[in-house]
């Protein structure tokens, strides 16, 4: 083969990487909403070619990754998406959510609060599994739900316990308020992450909402890495009457889970 042809197959190769990253671009500028948005606005959005985004789009209107709107032609997630949803979610019923349940139950059992478990996704949070408490009202979602990743007990001893390129990817993403305690200033949360690996667990103090708290820890898996999170939520008053004696079981049953995910550390 000449220089020149492998100067080609470089460059073609170079074309359908370029390609694939802009189709993953245009499909999560969907999120989270969905509205129907025409070609002009998403490549000047997302400042690609115009004819480059009709092409992409075209192939992905094609594989029912996105559909169009015969009336105004605007483009939105597509079939596809909800089959690959359904999989997911599929595959967290009978993978490592079925592994970790068990040991949620015990938990709520010891301690009576509502347990959760948090599931990293990209760089979006979603529950996962939920055990209700004793309570008579629910104080959680349920599976399949998105979580505000900044305001979660879950999401913060995740990221307390992964690298620095990743947490500085997390920061450099905008933070909302669900509450006046809710934590959007990046140097706070820095903080708090800090106070997180001190203390092997997070304390999210009525971030989600007014009058209830959570304590979180994450889960690893074989390669050292954060998985998932379990965590307890409450009523404010009761999670810092016993956040000593809650923390120890929430990290127990966290140490237990991940030594079933075969984490020697």
Same mark, same amino acid.
């Given at each position: 083969?000449? #220089?020149?042809?492998?100067?080609?197959?470089?460059?073609?190769?170079?074309?359908?990487?370029?390609? +694939?990253?802009?189709?993953?671009?245009?499909?999560?500028?969907?999120?989270? @909403?969905? $509205?129907?948005?025409?070609?002009?606005?998403?490549?000047?959005?997302?400042?690609?070619?115009?004819?480059?985004?009709?092409?992409?789009?075209?192939?992905?209107?094609?594989?029912?990754?996105?559909?169009?709107?015969?009336?105004?032609?605007?483009?939105?997630?597509?079939?596809?998406?909800?089959?690959?949803?359904?999989?997911?979610?599929?595959?967290?019923?009978?993978?490592?959510?079925?592994?970790?349940?068990?040991?949620? &139950?015990? #938990?709520?059992?010891?301690?009576?609060?509502?347990?959760?478990?948090?599931?990293?996704?990209?760089?979006?949070?979603?529950?996962?599994?939920?055990?209700?408490? $004793?309570?008579?009202?629910?104080?959680?979602?349920?599976?399949?739900?998105? &979580?505000?990743?900044?305001?979660?007990?879950?999401?913060?001893?995740?990221?307390?316990?992964? $690298?620095?390129?990743?947490?500085?990817?997390?920061?450099?993403?905008?933070?909302?308020?669900?509450?006046?305690?809710?934590?959007?200033?990046?140097?706070?949360? /820095?903080?708090?992450?800090?106070?997180?690996?001190?203390?092997?667990?997070?304390?999210?103090?009525?971030?989600? +909402?007014?009058?209830?708290?959570?304590?979180?820890?994450?889960?690893?898996?074989?390669?050292?890495?954060?998985?998932?999170?379990?965590?307890?939520?409450?009523?404010?008053?009761?999670?810092?009457?016993?956040?000593?004696?809650?923390? $120890?079981?929430? /990290?127990?049953?966290?140490?237990?889970?991940?030594?079933?995910?075969?984490? @020697?550390?």
């Amino acid at each position: 083969m000449t #220089l020149t042809a492998l100067n080609l197959n470089k460059e073609s190769e170079e074309s359908k990487h370029n390609a +694939i990253e802009k189709a993953f671009t245009i499909l999560m500028s969907l999120l989270p @909403d969905n $509205d129907g948005i025409s070609t002009i606005e998403l490549s000047r959005s997302l400042g690609f070619n115009k004819a480059t985004t009709s092409r992409i789009l075209k192939i992905m209107n094609e594989f029912g990754m996105v559909t169009q709107n015969v009336t105004n032609k605007t483009y939105s997630l597509g079939p596809s998406i909800i089959k690959l949803s359904l999989a997911l979610q599929k595959s967290l019923n009978s993978g490592y959510i079925s592994m970790a349940r068990p040991f949620m &139950v015990d #938990l709520r059992k010891k301690t009576g609060q509502t347990v959760t478990l948090e599931i990293l996704n990209g760089h979006n949070v979603m529950m996962g599994c939920v055990v209700e408490g $004793d309570m008579s009202v629910r104080v959680a979602g349920q599976a399949g739900d998105s &979580v505000c990743w900044n305001t979660t007990a879950g999401m913060r001893s995740i990221m307390a316990f992964s $690298d620095e390129k990743f947490v500085n990817e997390m920061l450099a993403k905008p933070m909302k308020a669900l509450t006046q305690y809710s934590i959007t200033d990046p140097k706070r949360f /820095r903080a708090a992450l800090k106070k997180v690996r001190k203390d092997g667990y997070a304390h999210e103090e009525s971030e989600v +909402i007014v009058g209830f708290d959570a304590l979180g820890t994450p889960v690893f898996g074989f390669d050292g890495r954060p998985m998932f999170a379990i965590c307890l939520v409450g009523l404010t008053n009761f999670i810092n009457s016993n956040e000593a004696t809650f923390a $120890d079981a929430l /990290r127990q049953t966290a140490k237990e889970i991940s030594k079933a995910f075969m984490y @020697d550390g």
